[in-house]
């Protein structure tokens, strides 16, 4: 069996092989010759690892890092983003305004709600729209996953002693957009107070304001929080790519938030076709400017445009082509090497993906509510076969991404848990009865891009292998998003789940019986008593040393949702694009400062 393993993977090397030298004899490096599928993960871009790999702060070889290094750095801002070429982002002069910035992406969906979608499709869409309270900085020094929390709607927060009570200071010179319903009037507390709540009564993410019984306006630009009990992850949620905070008329039938958004961000968004483009234009009333150009006047660019391209070859055309600025395209290792050599003046980025893939049980079925079976499904996937093929590298993630370098496990724990033994699986199918087989339906979506795809074959392959009979129910974004995955109709499901900044989103959110993205059914007492601990301490060595304890138990006893890979992540500049530092978090974070130099 392990043979015929090694030679699949042979074969499909030899194919992709195969497959580059005939796209590079029968293309002048602007066709779009194969349909396959193009795309991320619910955050980010994907796989490759660089080859210089120098960052912004200095000479770093990526290639002598390993995965957990280049996470660690990631997270201090010891490393920016690690890049494979010259870091031409910074030359060009002081920022020039003007010009439409144009990003491919590979799929999209209905609802722009912030509220009830926790889609990455939704949150990227919005983010040049809406803002949150408080955000993440970006820049040439910082970490793509490094957390350091500014004021952005707010000017400044106190806890008091207890940490019972938090009081919001929020500026006072924002207006909101000069459009229906809004038509700039000022940004007020009664906007955060009307977001707050609707969130705790409607949102998915109420989880994040759990413990804040009561949310007040003193003043028009102050709000208070009293919570019920001390909540360590407030703070990062504040600053969370789901907190967006959108105006009152919101909540009082101003405007239908799943198909407008209304907010009092750098762009405001005139044109949206669902699967064709949604279109931005510059808000003029923007409160922000540059400090480091003369306080100039943000953003710089005249608009924004982020188009669907679901081909991979057509998304690669696109941008050779100069059609496309950035390129959010999922590129396969040898792809992106190719794309390399046709096109070396273009900018390439590479760093640790800040989520990663994961294969989902339905635990309410009968058939995973044993520990064993579920065990057996880990073991029979072969994860570093897969991610070096098909991602050319990453690592092996526990039930806290790598990216949150403190709270994650080391890879050597991660890996005494998940390893890749198909026979040991094949033995737990037989003690559990199932000798001749499971049966099981696997769901995946398309909407993910031809990576995905790839690597849910390879998966459907390494459950065969291991015994499973597999159906594969392949399905469209929405569905699987909206209906199929949430509402627990499948027995197995694999995709990419979304790259969270706080360790109580992966476990609490995930884990939890009652969680809000709980949806493979999990409900153990004992666990959810110790989830329920870690919110409670502030202390942050006590809580880190208690988000591992959980993290081991999971791995040992509830096992799944299955950890399986962290990639690269890899994207696509042009030589013009200036400034814009990518960032973990959805809402494309900081391209108010990007600029154009054409």
Not at 162 to 168: R, S
Not at 441 to 456: F, N
Not at 481 to 505: A, C, H, K, N, V
Not at 569 to 578: E, K
Request: hydrophobic share 35%.
């Amino acid at each position: 069996m392990k043979e015929a393993h090694r030679l699949r993977r042979l074969l499909l090397g030899v194919l992709v092989a195969v497959f580059l030298v005939a796209a590079a004899c029968g293309s002048d490096g602007d066709d779009d010759a194969a349909e396959t599928e193009s795309g991320q993960e619910a955050s980010d871009g994907d796989e490759a690892e660089s080859d210089d790999g120098e960052d912004e702060g200095g000479d770093v070889d990526e290639s002598e890092l390993s995965a957990d290094e280049i996470a660690e750095g990631q997270a201090s801002g010891t490393l920016g983003l690690v890049s494979s070429t010259n870091d031409m982002r910074g030359e060009g002069g002081p920022p020039v305004p003007g010009g439409e910035l144009v990003v491919d992406w590979p799929s999209d969906i209905d609802s722009l709600d912030p509220i009830t979608s926790s889609s990455f499709q939704t949150h990227s869409r919005i983010g040049p729209v809406y803002e949150t309270l408080f955000t993440f900085d970006t820049g040439p020094e910082i970490g793509a996953t490094q957390q350091i929390l500014i004021p952005r709607l707010a000017t400044g927060m106190e806890i008091s002693d207890d940490g019972l009570t938090y009081t919001i200071s929020l500026r006072d010179d924002v207006v909101w957009q000069n459009v229906e319903p809004t038509n700039g009037r000022p940004f007020t507390s009664d906007d955060v107070v009307a977001t707050f709540e609707a969130i705790k009564a409607e949102g998915f993410q109420s989880y994040m304001l759990e413990r804040v019984e009561t949310i007040t306006a003193p003043d028009d630009y102050t709000v208070v929080l009293e919570l019920s009990g001390p909540f360590a992850p407030l703070e990062n949620f504040l600053a969370n790519h789901h907190m967006w905070i959108l105006p009152r008329e919101a909540f009082e039938g101003g405007y239908d938030r799943t198909q407008t958004a209304v907010g009092t961000g750098p762009f405001i968004m005139t044109e949206r076709e669902v699967d064709v483009e949604t279109v931005y234009e510059k808000n003029p009333d923007y409160w922000k400017t540059d400090p480091d150009n003369g306080d100039a006047q943000l953003p710089y660019l005249d608009g924004m445009r982020i188009v669907v391209i679901a081909d991979t070859q057509a998304a690669a055309a696109a941008f050779r082509a100069g059609e496309t600025d950035i390129s959010w395209t999922s590129l396969s290792p040898q792809e992106r090497e190719l794309m390399m050599e046709q096109y070396p003046e273009a900018q390439y980025f590479s760093w640790l993906d800040a989520g990663m893939g994961q294969v989902g049980l339905n635990q309410t079925s009968e058939i995973f509510q044993d520990p064993n079976v579920r065990r057996a499904v880990s073991l029979a996937i072969d994860r570093d076969g897969m991610g070096e093929t098909i991602r050319g590298g990453g690592t092996i993630p526990g039930p806290v991404a790598p990216a949150l370098a403190d709270y994650s496990l080391s890879e050597e724990e991660r890996r005494e848990y998940l390893y890749y033994d198909p026979e040991e699986a094949q033995q737990l199918l037989a003690d559990a009865g199932y000798a001749d087989g499971l049966d099981v339906t696997l769901i995946a979506t398309t909407g993910y891009g031809a990576t995905y795809s790839r690597q849910t074959e390879w998966l459907i392959e390494d459950l065969t292998n291991a015994g499973f009979n597999v159906t594969y129910d392949e399905l469209d974004y929405t569905t699987y998003f909206s209906s199929r995955w949430p509402d627990l109709e499948y027995d197995i499901q694999f995709g990419p789940q979304t790259p969270f900044l706080e360790p109580d989103e992966w476990l609490r959110a995930q884990f939890y019986s009652s969680g809000a993205r709980n949806w493979y059914g999990v409900n153990d007492p004992d666990l959810d008593a110790m989830l329920e601990e870690q919110l409670t301490l502030v202390d942050r060595d006590e809580r880190i040393a208690k988000i591992k304890e959980i993290q081991t138990y999971i791995l040992e006893n509830t096992i799944a949702p299955i950890p399986v890979w962290t990639y690269l992540s890899n994207y696509q500049y042009q030589p013009w694009v200036r400034n814009y530092y990518r960032h973990a978090s959805y809402g494309i974070l900081g391209i108010e400062y990007a600029w154009l130099d054409q």
